[in-house]
């Protein structure tokens, strides 16, 4: 888990250990669906979890937070699962803060080595020592990175990135000229380890090609990004409807209130731009046109990890009678990510264990902007993991 | 056009003159999307429309109203197409009220023939030999009957009726046996000639086994029921996503208020169960399993033809964290209707012209209520139209 | 405490323990705002809760449900105040269930006195025994009973009671002529014995002219009636805008749904009747007009002691341009409600010491249905306390 | 009437008109509620129009388009009083776009006199004599301007004007120093000559204490600024009800789309900035204390002049309990703005009558940002106004 004590990893931890423990039910995740009860997907028993961090608070009393502030963790579940967090505790390491911009830097507070003094290839080999470090002590027999860190500030000079790893690579060692952000880094200090990456984020960490290219060399596999969890998920059911339908959609606006960490990061334009950008593409892919849309995404603290979208559309019906649709979604950020968390850790193993390499089209639903893919419609990305599914059991 | 005054055919049939015309474009209908552009379905200049209703109102009065209270059809629009109102007006005849209820009963001012003094056969009969002549006079190809009327009341008896026509059939003669309400002897005057019909209400219609039959023996097509137009179009895209997403719905709770006619009817609590019953089913069948479900529906006069409905959907993330989802949709009902009667009489007719007799499954998605089939989900219902179309085209 | 283990009264139970103790804040409490400040208020340390019940369970089993279910009360604030839970659990005794209708009788499982064998004179002088014990054993300078039990059926014969107690007094010996049903009887009890009493809910309690008179009589006070806590109090602050502004209000339609007891109760048509009728007739009181108005409650058992309540205003403005006002409001029923009754409560007592007689005007903000009312506009009504306490401060 | 041909001033202007001709109801004029019926107010037919523009367009032509975009005059109702409209368009003027912003002035294409050939002054003598001429031509009793032009941006030097009539008409002669925009050299040349003055905008207009100066000496008055007309003046009714019931407001977020003219100039950030503090400000001056609260406006060109507001409030009851209130408030902004421009005339001519001079502060309740007022409770506003007819007919 990169990102290890945020809220999502947190609750994806804190759940895993439930789900071992057979404390809590099945509900929220994907996997445990009847389509997917005959694929050979890992136990969830086997599940060891680790990380890397660059806040030095205590996963427990960021366990804590979510008991008492967003009343997502119940008093109960906590004391049962305490001791655990502690062990999984011991197993995060310092992360890197390169690249990710003023407002997430301005977070780190464990003695991070300063960027300035490592060089990006450093960091990777550092972080890459900490995974096999991990994989050796703990007998792991694949390592899935996952990114559910906060959003890094998109870096312009990220899209005029060499396309192969071995020129990419070359840049590791000059700090001026590499514009990796840390997501990036650890892509490939997971990648070129044979490990697995997925992207949660919409930060740029393996999109690049040289870093897809990294992947297919080392014969392993990722995918992103950007979690598809509540307003965008509800966008892409209902932009297909539209279209079938044929309603003209003339505006669609969408207003996200939130206030966890990731709401305070989002706050800085820097950071929120890619966010929008992620949430905003798919309504004019999905329809084929383009309405006038718009997203605000606006932090709000009291409001916890607690997310309200509102949401209106304006269309036009028949003989151009306009009518609206609006939607309110009140959901908990956090306990709508984790669980897709795990169970793409848990497709992912199976591609693996298939010998799968690349992008994981299959994983498409899952994600705002999934990669090399051009449908946003979410029940037709759907029957992809289902056709995945289908072939693997046949 | 059954109910051939009423809101939804009066907007269908200002909007097919409107379109003749060419005065307004293509939104709403489906039969104008992209991917149904290569098949060869009627052209909009070869529509000639007829009816039969029971109220004595004038087309045009409806379609002012229309103007002036929903404010939905433009004075602009109404002076262009006023002239071919009338001449439309003049095709439809009086219909039948036997078994429609006393709500429906109560709107009857048309001299309609007294249900007590004239047999179900007798009916059937006069109710043909209007189509008939009207399908000599305006030399019609093939004439498409679609109930548009309100909903009756369900029948018990109706239940328990023969499976095969010739058993059903016999009852025709008997007044008191007979427990079929207009909407199926509409369909048995129309299927018994040959000709197709769309049941557009949840009305019993062509649904008993035997109307089918006589479809299937005069060679002939029908489909049905009830049009799936906001309120529960909604449910069928939603409920998918929140049993993809293993998000369990404790309880889905829609309330609808509108002011029509169909309002005024469905006031009427025996009109209104088999309306509550066919938004309300399908929740579940999506699902795979029966959260807490209510449906209410009530008539607000000042809202004229404008449907609002509120839905509040209580639902159970990962850890079991209680979530909400509310949507308010404001459309208006007749625009909402109108395209898809009229998509569906072009698709019929190309059904004709291949020889397709019996249920015609393949427009499920436009339908609450599908004849034979249990998959809800728009999106899947949609694709098998697409296939229907790309095997007419490949 | 009339319905002592019922939500309001324990979550106004586990307030009043929790104010004394000072783990919480003043948030809720009326009697807390600035204005108040000067008043001889009855400090929270003086407050001593007994009750009546109909059920078996405990009071901390109540808290704990409210604790596990609805999230309103914190595992870590249960903790701190649960002996005190239990010590107040042994002064509530056994209540009456005459004429509460059968779906409140069959809530009763606490071996109560059959109403068949016990006369409404015995039952008030049990009562009112039990009162007077709880007086004497805990040395109460003054006893104010509150009625926050679940709404009983409306009975036309209370229609036409005798208006003078001594009248009123001749029915409770004969069981079948005494329409007056448990709220009633608690009243007479407690007026009776120079005791207030207030009713929190729509019964009937000491509504009839007759029960006034015993407390004129008694020089005792009390004031009814049904708490406006949520939807209704939204209306009575959004109804007097739209008739400041002259916007001609068409329709206003209130959905309500939650899902604890009280929402139970509701769902039986009879006792639904009064609760409704409570929300339902402010809305034209205060336009001086009848607009078209709709209010349902429904119980939908997932949503715990949570109330969401969806309106719907369908207004004219200027040139007759219909506009719209929606508005959601996600309450937790019991805690608004519960500081009211605790306000309530420290008004009475000062009134008491004021020497002040018959019904409480000044509390009129409180109440859905304030007695010998008309005015409905909660600004105005919020004046007349404030008012009553400058004179008092004077 | 300045900015004429805007959608506020049509809206008054065609409302006027229909008034006259008794073709409309009193729908939204706070002057015809029963309560005012004794003062004695100028009689519709007494009314006058003329104006300052800085658009060429017509107002029938913007009349037509709010017939044919927003749907909010009839096509009926337009053709009854299109010849009043050509009469009082030929009575508006050029007006002056000094120091109205980039945004505004993008719109000018009337042939105005370019600002910098114009000094303030001259500006001023040239828009008065304008005014002069209407009120000798006309003959006029009293003529009252009101400002309905876009929002001005904020200009910092205006915090630091002269605070009397003297001293700031020395900067009139030197267009540099000057900062004062058209909305004040509008105020200066109806004041001035003894006219009476209203501000419907957040703009500069009168509110400088050097103006206010202006208006006594010459025995005039004035009053602003910024109407409330929608999601303010909900926001003045809700707040203090949040406010008398101790609820302890979070965070109150307001997201508001609209696509009229008025839209387009506030989506300029210099022009937005006063309108949002004029829309934020009264919830902490209601509560008294600060919540989180956000305000944001955007343009959705296609919604024309409906105004869409979407409030979400999140507030902690007793025991902390959190809780939501969010509304959606649908209006046509015009609609609601344009009745109060026609009732604050009306009382304005009355105050005239009755010699009142400077700031008329029983109007404070038809004002966002009420001058020289810290209440911003509606109903105790509205009280003040009741209270000053009350005086007026004792």
Chains 1, 2, 3, 4 share one sequence.
Not at 248 to 270: M, R, T
Not at 327 to 346: E, H, K, N, Y
Request: charged share 25%; net charge neutral; with cysteine.
């Amino acid at each position: 888990m990169i990102g290890a004590k945020g809220g999502v990893a947190t609750t994806a931890i804190v759940g895993a250990i439930a789900i071992k423990k057979k404390i809590i039910g099945k509900a929220g995740l994907v996997s445990e669906l009847p389509q997917f009860q005959k694929l050979p997907l890992p136990p969830w028993e086997d599940f060891v979890i680790a990380g890397h961090e660059i806040r030095r608070t205590h996963l427990a009393d960021e366990a804590k937070r979510l008991v008492a502030e967003s009343r997502t963790i119940t008093s109960e579940l906590f004391e049962q699962i305490r001791g655990e967090l502690a062990q999984i505790d011991r197993r995060i390491r310092p992360g890197t803060i390169r690249n990710v911009g003023s407002t997430i830097s301005a977070l780190a507070d464990w003695g991070l080595p300063d960027p300035a003094s490592e060089t990006p290839r450093q960091a990777v080999e550092r972080l890459r020592r900490d995974m096999a470090d991990f994989v050796e002590k703990e007998k792991i027999e694949h390592l899935i990175s996952v990114n559910v860190t906060s959003t890094e500030p998109h870096t312009l000079a990220a899209d005029s990135l060499p396309t192969t790893w071995p020129e990419l690579e070359k840049l590791l060692d000059d700090p001026q000229a590499c514009p990796l952000p840390a997501s990036s880094l650890y892509a490939i200090a997971a990648l070129g380890a044979g490990y697995s990456y997925l992207n949660f984020t919409p930060s740029l960490g393996a999109s690049p090609a040289a870093i897809d290219d990294l992947a297919i060399r080392q014969k392993t596999r990722h995918y992103g990004c950007d979690g598809k969890t509540g307003e965008t998920l509800m966008k892409s059911v209902l932009a297909p409807m539209f279209a079938r339908r044929n309603l003209q959609v003339l505006s669609w606006v969408g207003h996200n209130i939130f206030g966890n960490l990731d709401g305070q990061v989002l706050s800085d334009p820097a950071n929120k731009h890619g966010k929008v950008a992620s949430k905003d593409h798919l309504i004019r892919e999905i329809l084929g046109y383009k309405p006038h849309t718009l997203v605000s995404i606006e932090y709000v603290p009291d409001l916890g990890d607690w997310k309200t979208a509102w949401d209106h559309v304006h269309f036009h019906g028949f003989l151009g009678v306009p009518m609206t649709l609006q939607f309110t979604w009140q959901g908990c950020d956090s306990a709508l990510a984790a669980p897709l968390v795990l169970d793409m850790i848990r497709f992912t193993d199976l591609a693996r264990r298939r010998g799968e390499t690349g992008q994981m089209k299959f994983l498409a639903s899952f994600f705002k902007s999934p990669y090399g893919v051009t449908e946003h419609n979410f029940e037709r990305q759907f029957q992809w993991l289902e056709a995945w599914a289908d072939k693997i059991v046949a």
